[in-house]
């Protein structure tokens, strides 16, 4: 079993939507979690992270962790051409090593 | 001025042969990395240094050698280069290994190996 799972896409959402994108993980010693936000041929950049269970809101971006279902989610609402990029989740445990899922595809068209 | 950079941005060589990538920062960050990112867009940490000093050291093969001359330079020497060796290797640094939010990507080297 892969320590952080996503689906790969592509998820594929008109502009303006709501595009959700999801990720599991295995390690329940998890504790600090990440989105990153990867452009094709960029290099990753951090958009949220979010530490505790509940939800975490930046602009258009919404973090939501649940500890217990081992569960966390990025929603970005009124989504625009210009976010299709690839979502990659991370953790760390006590490490404090990043952990990456394989990242979800996001499409947003016109 | 760019904050993590890389050089080269581009890397094909043939099978066995021997390469290096380097890596500067200029933010100031005590703690760098490298990460592999391979064709399905999987990245994984490789290796960090501390202050110049080793603190994580992934299952990776021995032909890839880090070396840290000082705080804002970290390279990469890899020696007997394999097909599997292809992918985007990215440097990072941060402010210390603590403080992950930090963690500031480079541009990235894509090697290809023929």
């Known amino acids: 079993q892969k320590e952080v799972e996503q689906n790969s896409g592509p998820l594929s959402v008109p502009e303006g939507a709501i595009a959700s994108l999801n990720c599991t993980y295995s390690?329940?010693?998890?504790?600090?979690f990440f989105w990153y936000r990867q452009y094709s041929g960029k290099s990753p950049e951090l958009i949220m992270s979010?530490?505790?269970?509940g939800d975490k809101e930046d602009g258009r971006f919404t973090a939501q962790l649940n500890k217990a279902s081992q569960y966390v989610s990025l929603l970005i609402r009124d989504s625009q051409p210009s976010d299709s990029a690839t979502y990659l989740c991370?953790?760390?445990?006590?490490?404090?090593?990043?952990?990456f899922g394989t990242g979800t595809r996001l499409q947003v068209t016109l | 001025d760019t904050a993590v950079s890389q050089t080269p941005k581009y890397l094909v060589t043939q099978m066995g042969n021997d390469k290096s990538i380097k890596c500067e920062q200029n933010?100031?960050?005590?703690?760098m990395y490298w990460y592999k990112q391979d064709s399905k867009k999987f990245l994984k940490i490789m290796f960090s240094?501390?202050?110049?000093?080793?603190?994580i050291n992934e299952t990776v093969p021995n032909r890839f050698s880090p070396k840290s001359p000082d705080k804002a330079h970290l390279n990469l020497h890899i020696n007997s280069l394999e097909l599997g060796d292809s992918a985007v290797y990215f440097c990072?640094?941060?402010?210390?290994?603590?403080?992950?939010?930090?963690?500031?990507f480079g541009p990235g080297t894509r090697l290809l190996v023929l």
């Open positions: 990072a640094s941060s402010q210390d290994p603590r403080e992950v939010e930090t963690q500031y």
């Open positions: 390690d329940r010693g998890s504790q600090s």
């Open positions: 979010i530490y505790s269970n």
């Open positions: 991370a953790l760390t445990g006590t490490a404090s090593k990043l952990t």
């Open positions: 933010l100031g960050h005590d703690t």
């Open positions: 240094y501390n202050n110049k000093e080793l603190i």
